[in-house]
């Protein structure tokens, strides 16, 4: 039951992804980078299922350098940024070939774990309006 151990792995990262208390005005600031919880959970099983072999289930990296925190590569990027990036280079043995609602909510994934918060709003394909938020949360 490879898929039932995937979702369950899932879950977990999900949940540790910890909410900041006493935060919620954030998710207004231009900092905030839009995405749904559903997204999020999503992300994280097409994550475990397409990145998570090089890059690690918790995002700090294996063969492929890591995605979370201060010092991984992206923390400075934009979402614009990475989000080209992964849609056209990753996963790095099949350059583009999940779709672009799998890409989508794999940045959610990525976003959520570098301390963004889910909201109402979907991260759709349209994102320049996110384009001064970086990766790495501000908080
Ligand atoms: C076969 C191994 C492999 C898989 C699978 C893979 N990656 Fe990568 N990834 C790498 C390597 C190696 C690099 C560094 C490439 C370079 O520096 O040229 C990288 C770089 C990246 C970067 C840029 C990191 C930085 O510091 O700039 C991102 C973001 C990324 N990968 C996301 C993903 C996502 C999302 C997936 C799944 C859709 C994925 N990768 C799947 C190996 C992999």
């Known amino acids: 039951m490879r898929v039932a151990i995937l979702a369950a792995v899932a879950?977990?990262?999900?949940?540790?992804?910890?909410?900041?208390?006493?935060n919620s005005a954030k998710a207004a600031s231009s900092d905030?980078?839009?995405?749904?919880?559903?997204?999020?959970t999503l992300?994280?099983?097409v994550y475990l299922q397409s990145c998570a072999s090089c890059h690690g289930t918790n995002l700090h990296g294996i063969s492929g350098p890591a995605l979370v925190g201060k010092t991984s590569g992206i923390a400075q990027q934009s979402l614009v940024?990475?989000?080209?990036?992964?849609?056209?280079?990753?996963?790095q043995t099949a350059p583009g070939s999940l779709s672009k609602a799998q890409y989508a909510s794999i940045l959610?994934?990525?976003?959520?774990?570098?301390?963004?918060?889910?909201?109402?709003l979907p991260l759709t394909q349209s994102v320049?309006?996110?384009?001064?938020?970086t990766i790495e949360a501000h908080r």
Do not use: C, W
């Open 43 to 45: 992300g994280a099983k």
């Open 108 to 120: 959610a994934f990525i976003a959520q774990k570098n301390g963004h918060r889910p909201g109402s």
């Open 11 to 22: 879950a977990a990262i999900v949940l540790s992804a910890a909410p900041v208390p006493g």
């Open 128 to 133: 320049e309006t996110t384009d001064s938020a």
């Open 81 to 91: 940024e990475v989000y080209e990036y992964v849609s056209q280079q990753m996963p």
């Open 32 to 40: 905030a980078i839009p995405f749904t919880s559903a997204q999020a």
